[in-house]
Each structure stands twice: as structure tokens, then as C-alpha cells.
């Protein structure tokens, strides 16, 4: 049974940290590209980091790069997001993904909620 299971979701002042944390089972975690994405109420959802299969390949959205850190553990089968400098365009609930060859596998999100 494939799961993926965020957490460190919350709600925060603009200018502090959250770190979310992904936990993966079902599946061969090293051999999947993870990705963290979000949606907030309205919009599409959109792509915020990914990691290639050893950590060493990132990107990141042009609106949270230098904020935002993704990391992976492929021993531990996690990934996580070090959300730094919140901003309240960051409201969103973010999801947790796992994709490679035709499988596509999704979190059930977490709420990230970031106001004064």
C-alpha cells in the first residue's frame, strides 16, 4: 500500500519557519523523483520544490527560492521542506509527490497558514 504522509503543517506570523516532513511507504523511495507542491482555495496547483533521486538535483519556484530548502533522506524514506521567511502568499495546503515512469502518487496535505 503506497502512502505518503506530511506533516509540520500549522499557522504562523509572517517572517517565521515551518518545516514540513514527508513520510513515504509502498514504494521504492530512491528510484522516485520527490516534489512538494501547493494549492490555495481557487487556484491551480502549482509546483513549489523537487529533488532528483539522490538530493543532489533541486529546483524551486522563482517565489520561494532562497526561502525554501527541500531535502531528502532515502534511508529514512522522507522529504522535507524547510519553509524559512513566510510570506502570507505562502498560505496554501501543500502536498507531498512521488513521481517517476507513469506513477504519480500524492499526500493528503497539510495546512500551511501564514497571517498576522
Known amino acids: 500500500q503506497v502512502q505518503l504522509v506530511e506533516s509540520g503543517g500549522g499557522s504562523v506570523q509572517p517572517g517565521e519557519s515551518l518545516r514540513l516532513s514527508c513520510a513515504a511507504s509502498?514504494?521504492?523511495?530512491?528510484?522516485?523523483?520527490m516534489s512538494w507542491y501547493r494549492q490555495a482555495p481557487g487556484k491551480e496547483r502549482e509546483l513549489v520544490a523537487r529533488s532528483g533521486f539522490s538530493g543532489i538535483w533541486l529546483n524551486y519556484a522563482d517565489s520561494v527560492k532562497g526561502r525554501f530548502t527541500i531535502s531528502r533522506d532515502n534511508g529514512k524514506n522522507t522529504v522535507d521542506l524547510q519553509m524559512d521567511s513566510l510570506k502570507p502568499e505562502d498560505t496554501a495546503v501543500y502536498y507531498c509527490?512521488?513521481?517517476?515512469?507513469?506513477?504519480?502518487?500524492w499526500g493528503q496535505g497539510t495546512q500551511v497558514t501564514v497571517s498576522s
Open positions: 509527490n512521488a513521481q517517476w515512469n507513469g506513477n504519480d502518487y
Open positions: 509502498g514504494f521504492t523511495f530512491s528510484r522516485y523523483i
